[in-house]
């Protein structure tokens, strides 16, 4: 039986799943999940229907065979990685899949969340006001965290774990399209990044999902 992925194209957090559901496709072959649009432009995740799979009012929800649901982007992602583990996307050993883990939460809470608080308080698809002193804090605090990618990816390296796609670019790539759909300018100081997020687009997972 398929799975039922709620979502909306550019957000970050469903954007992510889907690009780690595309990436699973394409590493290993689709896994049995539809997606279904909930319009958030339209204030569809505060329906009666949607409260009742995300009390949260948000997307992405996964739909289980069951009919209960997932809620957090992260959580449906680990689901998917323990529910179908033939060409997971986490390697092998517990040191490599913490290294994994960890970078993938320092590209969201230090990168990806940060652009999107950045472009709802800039230029905010939802409608939400603008909020030039967020925005100025979140500009001063990107550096740090934009500099230690920049970094990594100074070897050369293809993804930002190495040279094999890992659930980090999925998070910072979300990140990423919605400064693009927002049109944030945040990556102009950091060529690698830059190089990167090319690349990454161009991979086919990429060229399925983004719309940005
Ligand atoms: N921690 C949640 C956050 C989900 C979330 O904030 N989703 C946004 C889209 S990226 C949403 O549904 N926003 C609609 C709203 O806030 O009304 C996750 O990672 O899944």
Redesign the pocket.
Known sequence: MTMKLYM?PA???????MLYVAERAESGGALPIETVL?N?LK?E??SPEHLARNP?????VLELEDGSHL??????IMYLEDKFPENALLPNTPEDRARARELERIV?LRVALPM?RYVHATNSP?GLPKDPKAAAEIEASLPTAMGFLEAMLADGRENLLGDEVSLADCTLQ?GCQ?ARFGKAELLGEYPAIQAWDERYRARPAAQKVLKF
């Open positions: 909306v957000a970050p957090n469903p954007t992510k799943v909930v958030t204030g995740q505060r949260f009012a948000s997307v992405p809620v957090e982007s992260l959580g449906i969201e999107s939802l979300s919605f």
